[in-house]
């Protein structure tokens, strides 16, 4: 992503290489295609810049646009699908708790880890509720259709939040009474094959070559 | 070494609202005695098992669990109480909240100080008196409700308490499951306080009943006499099932 955009060769190769790790993860190219639409936002961005800026202008299917407006549009859609190709590549690759584990390891403060496992834990049963009262109003004859309705909701979701938080109170009471006070247990530190830190810094590493090969040509 | 696991004598208490709850309750359970807990919903029962490890500090009266007084401002004590007690609570969900089988039931005994392969073995053991050691590594909602209630006195046997005390072991089970669980418990070698309304499960488990009702002891005596009093059941909203004979 540091990389400047005027270097369009390593951008192909950064490209290449995250295609060939998306083809081998096996991740079905459609999961791939719904997971990107959250780029939309940048897209439509990207698209607008080029109609502002300074300096030359260029022709363009009958438009002017800004030479440097349009460099820099299609940098940000390429460094954009960049990330989101690596994002969902992590994303379909580790699981929830792996990521979570790992961000502790990059020492994101203990609260947070704490908050993000629990949520981690409790959110399906979370919308577990939330589906049983969703099966309870519609069994009594509500259909959700119109602000009208909405009262009836915002109820439910007051009534949901209530219950959650009696439940972490509850959580809290069990896990006081098998001798919490104040951390939670620390995962034991799983020892890692050598094959598999080379494995898991092989996408860096050849980014880096490919940056290093393109500047010395 | 006390031979009694558990002790109360006197104790009372009352909510921060003013509403009292408990009246002065007396109990005494030796090592090795399975106690069922019955009495309508209101008595006070789960007040009284909160009041085992501190968790509802003793206002009046006294608690005593293997010889040692429950006192709520002693934080030491406390720590060491609440692994001689071991509540298993009605709700699983309530009780299993790590990501895996295997870190719940390490919670308790990593809290106690055990680390390694001590920690290791008590995990593995405590699993296997459950019958649950496949599910080591998996999340509890993978469980089945009665796969998850097992772990959960797992998650306590795993302390090695002096007094397993368990809030409505039975309910939501399909029979099978209460079979499985009825199994286990019976299997264990341990001291027991059941709260429970299912009365036939208490019947099966445990020699001797109390019963709690408006916050007294209001009946004490071996399981079989209690149960087939049926003007006492009758007095603290218990009755036993329709077709059920002692």
């Known amino acids: 992503m540091a990389t400047p955009f005027s270097n369009i060769p390593a951008y192909c190769a950064y490209f290449s290489i995250i295609w060939l790790a998306l083809i081998l993860a096996k991740i079905p190219p459609l999961t791939v295609v719904k997971r990107s639409l959250i780029e939309i936002p940048f897209i439509a961005f990207a698209l607008l810049m080029p109609f502002f800026g300074q300096g030359e202008r260029v022709e363009f299917l009958g438009l002017l646009l800004y030479q440097e407006g349009i460099e820099a549009g299609v940098g940000i859609i390429a460094k954009a699908t960049l990330g989101v190709l690596t994002a969902i590549l992590l994303s379909a690759t580790t699981t929830a708790r792996e990521i979570l584990r790992g961000l502790e390891i990059l020492k994101l403060p203990t609260l947070l880890v704490q908050i993000a496992s629990f949520m981690l834990r409790y959110l399906n049963v979370v919308t577990d509720e939330m589906e049983r009262m969703r099966v309870a109003r519609a069994s009594r004859g509500f259909q959700e259709t119109g602000i009208k309705h909405w009262k009836v909701l915002a109820n439910s979701a007051g009534a949901l939040f209530i219950r959650s938080y009696e439940r972490g109170e509850r959580v809290h009471l069990a896990m006081l009474s098998r001798g919490y006070t104040g951390t939670l247990p620390k995962i034991e530190r799983v020892s890692v094959a050598k094959s598999q830190i080379l494995y898991g810094l092989s996408l860096p590493l050849s980014a880096g070559l490919c940056l290093l090969i393109s500047i010395s040509i | ?246």
């Open chain 2, 1 to 246: 070494m006390s031979d009694k696991s558990l002790e109360i004598s006197d104790l009372a208490y009352a909510y921060p609202d003013g509403n009292q709850a408990l009246f002065g309750v007396n109990l005494s359970i030796n090592r090795g005695e399975r106690v069922a807990l019955l009495g309508p919903n209101g008595a006070g029962k789960t007040t009284l098992v909160l009041h085992l490890n501190g968790i509802i500090p003793t206002m009046q009266g006294r608690v005593s669990v293997a010889g040692e007084l429950v006192d709520g401002k002693n934080a030491e004590s406390i720590k060491s109480i609440r692994h001689k007690v071991g509540i298993v609570f009605q709700d699983p969900d309530d009780q299993l909240f790590m990501p895996t089988v295997g870190q719940d039931v390490a919670f308790g005994p990593y809290n106690a100080g055990l680390r390694g392969s001590q920690l290791e073995s008590a995990v593995r053991q405590a699993l296997e008196l459950v019958g649950m050691s496949e599910f080591i590594d998996r999340p509890p909602h993978h469980l089945s409700f009665g796969q998850r209630r097992r772990v959960a006195v797992a998650t306590v046997l795993a302390m090695k308490p002096a007094i397993l005390v368990m809030d409505e072991p039975s309910s939501n089970l399909d029979p099978a499951a209460r079979r499985e669980l009825a199994e286990i418990i019976t299997s264990l070698d341990i001291t027991l306080l059941m709260v429970t309304h299912d009365l036939p499960f208490a019947y099966e488990l445990c020699q001797r009943a109390v019963i709690l009702s408006a916050g007294v002891v209001a009946a004490d005596g071996p399981i079989k006499s209690v149960l087939s009093d049926s003007n006492l059941l009758k007095a603290h909203r218990l009755e036993l099932p329709k077709g059920f004979s002692l």
